[in-house]
């Protein structure tokens, strides 16, 4: 297995937990939160898809699909185009109520555009420096792996919410 291969197989599984988790539910049920302070599952996927479109497309060199492909205006969201989730507050997380087919189909662009990307990648691509504002500054391996962990935490907590919904 050459590292396009295995960062494939990462984003490959959370692309098999959010269709597992939004697959069949409504914007009332993806809206649902455990407690009046929870996340959503329509808050947990479109920022785990927001966090990943605005770091890989950052890494890339490309416009985020968010803006690009015009998924913030189908959204229609009361966030600047650049929010990714960071900061959000109940408040925010109750504004995002979507349909499972549009959040869905942002996932499924974003997740076309990122293993496009790392099906090109080799080994020593993973060295290069992205970000210095860190220290140790952070690599490109080090900020692809923290994408998919982060990914698959947050898709992870949406699968638990999804399994306590109500009826």
């Known amino acids: 297995m050459n590292i396009a291969e295995l960062l494939t197989d ?6 098999g937990v959010v269709h597992e988790v939004v697959d069949g ?8 939160r455990v407690t009046p302070e929870a996340n959503s599952i329509a808050w947990l996927v479109w920022h785990l898809t927001r966090v990943q479109d605005d770091h890989v497309s ?16 189908r959204f229609s ?14 408040d925010d997380v109750a504004a995002v109520r979507v349909s499972a087919d549009l959040l869905a189909g942002y996932f ?9 990307y790392v099906a090109k990648l080799g080994d020593a691509d993973l060295d290069q420096v992205v970000d210095r504002r860190w220290d140790p ?3 490109l391996g080090v900020r692809l792996v923290s994408v998919v962990d982060d990914d698959i935490q947050h898709a ?12």
């Not at 992870?156 to 009826?167: D, H, K, N, T």
Request: glycine content about 14%.
């Open 137 to 139: 500054p952070v690599t």
């Open 108 to 116: 499924d662009a974003v997740y076309a555009r990122t293993i496009a």
């Open 10 to 15: 990462g984003f490959g599984r959370v692309h």
């Open 58 to 73: 950052e890494v890339a060199g490309v416009p985020q699909a968010w803006t690009a492909e015009g998924w913030a205006e």
């Open 156 to 167: 992870g907590q949406a699968a638990f919410v999804r399994g306590v919904l109500p009826g």
């Open 77 to 90: 969201l009361p966030f600047d185009e650049d929010a990714t989730g960071y900061g959000h507050d109940s």
């Open 25 to 32: 539910l409504n914007a009332d049920q993806l809206a649902w």
